[in-house]
């Protein structure tokens, strides 16, 4: 296949004029699924606070670009030390879909509980709405694919919607953003403790809407970037998901159509990842699993003391053999990657701040290379984990061809 002239503006790494017109504008709409308690003024809702809702919703948020115009945007558009183009605000919400809230009422009949009918029908009401609203925005945009961002501990509705719009954006704003939101933002010396058990509360709407998403044939392939605490509420998630596919005699990787999976500064117990990954052959559902590693994150040094288990976004050395790390990454597609540099005060926000991570995870799912190729020049320590230097090249000009051929 020939590749299209002038695909990337000359000098950055942003692929501007592939970018659908539909979708050039410097507002733009990022979806999202919550479990939040909405927050209202004069009886409209402005947004998501911390408290649990029994209730999922669907919506969308404008989130303003601190740009003129879209020309404006794309001029400045490259990943540069800085991390970001400009600080990003949250200018509107809306709702659209408000599913019942759970537990649905059920009765006993012949040894089984079963969902009343006018309930089952109310609910599955909502889950038309969400997808038609899904398959309008595929009809838009003419993206097929899903890009879905999940936050963790300490993090704001905003701060979610926010990440996401900047990851989707330099990815070349080529899926349909989709923010997964749950009730976390908790304060005081008890925030984190408070934080990790609304995360639990979560998983249940965390499978609902990955699988009304998968349902879809519209729908080809679901991206997932996790951060933090973030990792568990997905992982847990889409464990039981990987499970109910298998008991059915389906692939994981065809029932769910899950994609890329990035789990970053992960808050996850080591030993239970290990099982996860090795066991349960957890990766045999994505493309590809990149997991980001800091040894010196300060945030996971303290949850580990406080769970008395080693975090896997802090990855030791002594954590996972050679063997085992080189047996992952062949069979399981499963790619460790160490982020260097990273051991200041941004030692566990550094996915949204760290420049070089950010453009490794743009090129991830923009061409969706794996490490160590010239789409993603990482170098491979003697452990088998992958490097990522402070001076990792942040404008990259792929290979369109390949990408396209890939």
């Known amino acids: 296949m020939a590749t299209p002239p002038n695909l990337y503006l000359e000098g950055t790494n942003y692929p501007a004029p592939a970018v659908p017109a539909v979708l050039r504008s410097v507002t733009p709409q990022i979806l999202f699924v919550t479990d939040r308690e909405p ?10 606070g911390r408290d649990r809702s029994s209730a999922m919703a669907f919506g969308a948020a404008s989130v303003q670009f601190g740009a003129d115009d879209w020309d404006d945007l794309v001029a400045r558009t490259h990943v540069d030390r800085n991390g970001r183009i400009s600080r990003l605000t949250v200018t509107k919400v809306e709702e659209k879909v408000r599913f019942d809230s759970v537990p649905l009422p059920n009765h006993r009949l012949d040894g089984e509980l079963r969902v009343e009918k006018a309930a089952a029908d109310s609910y599955d009401a909502g889950r038309k709405a969400f997808q038609a609203q899904i398959r309008a925005e595929i009809a838009r945009t003419g993206h097929r694919r899903i890009l879905i961002y999940t936050h963790g501990v300490a993090n704001e509705f905003e701060t979610g919607v926010t990440t996401l719009a900047n990851l989707w954006h330099f990815a070349g704003r080529d899926s349909i953003p989709l923010a997964f939101s749950w009730p976390a933002g908790n304060r005081g010396p008890l925030g984190y403790f408070r934080d990790r058990a609304s995360g639990d509360f979560s998983v249940y709407h965390a499978k609902e809407f990955l699988t009304m998403l998968a349902e879809m044939p519209e729908v080809e392939d679901i991206d997932i970037v996790a951060h933090s605490r973030g990792t568990g509420v997905v992982t847990q998630a889409l464990r039981e998901l990987i499970l109910v596919q298998r008991a059915r005699g389906v692939r994981p990787k065809l ?4 994609g890329t999976l990035i789990l970053a500064a992960a808050d996850l117990d080591t030993g239970v990842m290990r099982q996860r990954l090795l066991t349960e052959r957890f990766s045999e559902a994505f493309e590809q699993v990149n997991i980001y590693v800091n040894p010196d994150d300060l945030a996971l040094k303290l949850s580990g003391f406080l769970t008395n288990s080693a975090r896997i976004g802090a990855l030791k050395q002594d954590d996972f053999s050679t063997k085992e790390l080189k047996g992952l990454a062949k069979e399981g597609l499963i790619h460790f990657i160490r982020v260097e540099g990273a051991g200041n005060a ?5 996915f949204r701040e760290n ?3 950010l453009s490794d995870i743009v090129l991830a799912l923009r061409t969706r290379a794996f490490p160590g190729g010239t789409l993603r020049p990482l170098e491979q320590d003697e452990d088998a984990v992958w490097v990522l230097q402070p001076n990792y090249p942040l404008e990259r000009l792929p290979d369109l061809a390949t990408v396209i051929d890939r």
């Open 355 to 357: 420049p070089a991570v």
């Open 39 to 48: 927050e209202r003024t004069e009886g409209r809702i402005t947004g998501y």
């Open 255 to 258: 029932g769910l159509k899950t």
């Open 346 to 350: 941004n030692s566990h926000s550094y």
